[in-house]
């Protein structure tokens, strides 16, 4: 099976959780690309895309919407799609607004899996979210472990 993995990162965690699943998904033909450096003539071929994205202001990073946006309908007809995203691990110390926020608006793996189903994608795993400790990372620790079994459960 050929694999794609599409990812966004400002301070590099998602480019380490992108690299991990690639890694884990133990398939001879897979590769890991910014998604700003993708062309959608360049899904051809591809069985399994993989998006992956900071979450920032509760939704995906803005190149990741223009990707999405710019794939023609149906343009993933046939293929296994899986959207994940980092986030911010919300603690004690969270301020009660930005945990309010987030409660209504979410974060970015969701509406990424959505907009890949719409493009006639098929679910081959749920979305996944892995936490980042400040604004800036490091990644959590135990969350490119995380990542690699998340990338396992893919169908
Ligand atoms: C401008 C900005 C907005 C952010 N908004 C959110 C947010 O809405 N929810 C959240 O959980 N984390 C938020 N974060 C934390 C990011 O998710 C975090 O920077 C990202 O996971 C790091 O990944 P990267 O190193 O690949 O860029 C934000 C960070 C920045 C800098």
């Known amino acids: 099976m050929k694999a794609l993995v599409l ?5 590099g965690n998602t480019e380490k959780v992108a690299r991990a699943i690639g890694t884990a ?8 690309v910014r998604i700003s450096e993708i062309k959608p003539a360049q899904l051809d071929g591809i069985e ?5 994205t900071p979450t920032r202001a509760f939704q995906a990073s803005p190149d990741t919407k223009a990707f999405l946006k710019s794939l023609p309908a149906n343009s993933l007809t046939g ?4 959207a994940f995203d980092t986030r911010a691990e919300m603690t004690d110390k969270t301020p009660g607004f930005l945990k309010f926020m987030a409660g209504i608006f979410g974060y970015a793996a969701e509406p990424v899996n959505k907009q890949l189903l719409k493009k006639g994608g098929t ?25 690699a079994e998340w990338a396992k ?3």
């Open 79 to 82: 293929k296994k799609v899986a």
């Open 7 to 11: 990812f966004e990162s400002f301070f």
């Open 25 to 32: 998904l133990g398939l001879a033909d897979t590769d890991v």
């Open 123 to 147: 679910q081959a795993q749920t979305p996944g979210w892995f936490y980042i400790l400040d604004s800036e990372g490091p990644l959590k620790d135990g969350e490119l472990e995380h990542a």
């Open 48 to 52: 399994l895309l993989i998006v992956g």
């Open 153 to 155: 459960g893919i169908k």
